[in-house]
């Protein structure tokens, strides 16, 4: 049963390329959550995502960034025109449901994508 | 917006001594869940807590959830090097997303 997928788990770019950063969920799980660490700091939320639904991208900027979850394959955050300060590691979780019950809104994480722009 | 605040940032402390890390809410949470992430790693969800005044224990680890529930804590007894890491409290958005707080870096001297 495996776990979050996240690939490539570390990505070098140059300012002006585009980053794509792919993510499986866990099996059986549905609901796709991006999130975004600076080094010594905390987890940004970013972005929320069900199979072909934006739930939630109150996180995200404005320009550049973009995020899907199509019915087949993995999530994917994307990145254009990458700068410096995009440097940063990318976390996506993944959970079952939301819902009252126990367990349900419980996110399990994958090991990041880890940008780094030059 | 919603928002958890949790300090304190960083705690450095003896190996054997106790450690704890708080968490609070302007508005009253529905539930808030720990997660801890080790250097280099990523976040590993701890607990869950869901009612008022709610205290759960995972071995040397005690979590409580407030009374009010606008408030958390996390308390170690008698850390260890292996408990080294951030230690993050999440609540539930309307929208269902988890909010983080800012994290506390727990590091221990052996």
């Known amino acids: 049963n495996a776990g979050v997928m996240q690939n490539p788990r570390h990505l070098v770019r140059r300012r002006g390329q585009e980053a794509r950063l792919r993510c499986s969920p866990m099996k059986g799980h549905s609901h796709v959550y991006w999130y975004r660490q600076l080094p010594e700091e905390g987890l940004k939320f970013m972005v929320y995502?069900?199979?072909?639904?934006?739930?939630?991208e109150s996180g995200m900027p404005k320009e550049r960034f973009s995020a899907e979850f199509p019915k087949e394959g993995p999530s994917i955050l994307r990145i254009q025109q990458v700068v410096r300060g995009d440097s940063a590691a990318y976390f996506c979780?993944?959970?079952?449901?939301?819902?009252?019950?126990?367990?349900?809104?419980?996110?399990?994480f994958g090991a990041g994508s880890r940008l780094t722009v030059l | 917006g919603q928002q958890v605040m949790q300090i304190p940032q960083y705690q450095h402390v003896q190996e054997g001594e106790d450690f704890t890390t708080y968490c609070n809410s302007s508005t009253t949470l529905s539930n808030i869940q720990w997660y801890k992430q080790r250097p280099g790693g990523h976040p590993v969800f701890l607990i869950q807590l869901v009612k008022s005044g709610e205290v759960k224990k995972q071995k040397r680890l005690t979590f409580q959830f407030g009374e009010a529930k606008k408030n958390s804590s996390l308390h170690i007894t008698a850390t260890q090097t292996t408990d080294v890491g951030t230690y993050f409290c999440a609540e539930r958005s309307n929208t269902g997303k988890l909010i983080f707080g800012q994290g506390t870096t727990l590091q221990v001297k052996p």
């Open positions: 979780a993944s959970s079952p449901q939301i819902g009252r019950t126990s367990g349900a809104n419980v996110l399990t």
């Open positions: 995502l069900q199979k072909e639904n934006i739930i939630d």
